[in-house]
């Protein structure tokens, strides 16, 4: 009898123990169903192809209304371009929004672009740059605060190493021809140190021409889709298509510090539109703004 009692007093506390674990995971599981409702926590979706360059593929709803006053659904991915130099496409990294709010605040502001005197350090006319453009003194307003962050966070590199934004912009006939955005001289690297990247973002599309051109960069294009829609000048090497929205991101100086030569670049003659772009150099140290 008492034997009996005492596995009836087992079974019964082997019950209850099975009882409160089925009632902890229902409970659990009501959570998760709320926490995913309310958007809080998303399970992880396998990507389509591992293998591909491309990644970061996602849908976000950027604040631009269509005609119907609909909000636009743009996909922003990023895509390895190349590795020597190191270049990167965020594709619609700025809505189109942004890109009108940047032409429209420089519009009134432009004048003929300048290059570095590698003697002095000076700013000089040359014919080898034929744009005209501005500088946006750094966080000056909520919009273009925004945009430096979104590049802090993009690059890894603190918006305090940043020079103010420079929009640009390229008519029929214009150019910038091949050129290093890092310096060789002593006058410019006493603010921030180096340049070590650039982001270099599309505020326009182009009907014709005014890619971005890297001539020294390493590798075959000749073979990437599309090659024979370039201009003659974008087939001296690897090259990018301006696309509004669009920010490209590449690399003056490798991993090692040491300075990058096939980070050459250069802008191609529009052949046919107009090319507006904004420009952000990032340093090595703190820039004083």
Not at 135 to 141: A, I, Q, T, V
Not at 143 to 150: A, D, F, L, N
Not at 195 to 223: C, H, K, W
Request: glycine share 8%; with cysteine.
């Amino acid at each position: 009898m008492a034997k009996g009692r005492a596995n009836s007093r087992h079974q019964g506390k082997k019950s209850s123990t099975v009882a409160l674990v089925l009632a902890m995971l229902l409970m659990l599981t009501i959570v998760l169903l709320i926490l995913l409702a309310l958007g809080i926590f998303s399970l992880p979706i396998a990507s389509d192809d591992d293998s591909s360059p491309i990644h970061n593929r996602k849908t976000l709803v950027i604040g631009d209304g269509d005609r119907d006053g609909m909000e636009k659904k743009r996909e922003q991915w990023t895509e390895v371009l190349s590795w020597e130099p190191r270049a990167f496409i965020y594709h619609n990294f700025l809505s189109e929004k942004e890109c009108e709010y940047l032409i429209n605040l420089a519009k009134p502001h432009m004048a003929k672009s300048t290059v570095v005197d590698s003697k002095t350090g000076q700013s000089k006319d040359s014919r080898v740059r034929t744009s005209s453009g501005m500088f946006l003194r750094r966080g000056r307003d909520k919009v273009i605060q925004e945009i430096e962050k979104r590049i802090a966070d993009y690059t890894f590199i603190s918006a305090e190493h940043g020079e103010g934004l420079q929009v640009l912009h390229y008519e029929v006939g214009q150019k910038y021809e091949p050129h290093y955005d890092y310096f060789l001289d002593e006058f410019n690297t006493k603010n921030g140190g180096q340049r070590i990247a650039t982001v270099l973002m599309y505020l326009s599309d182009v009907e014709e021409g005014g890619e971005t051109v890297f001539p020294a960069a390493q590798g075959n294009y000749s073979s990437v889709p599309g090659w024979n829609e370039f201009s003659e000048c974008a087939k001296r090497g690897l090259s990018v298509k301006p696309k509004m929205g669009d920010a490209l991101l590449f690399w003056s100086m490798r991993p090692d510090a040491t300075l990058d030569p096939s980070s050459l670049h250069g802008g191609c003659p529009v052949i046919k539109g107009n090319k507006w772009s904004s420009t952000k150099w990032m340093h090595v140290g703190e820039y004083k703004a």
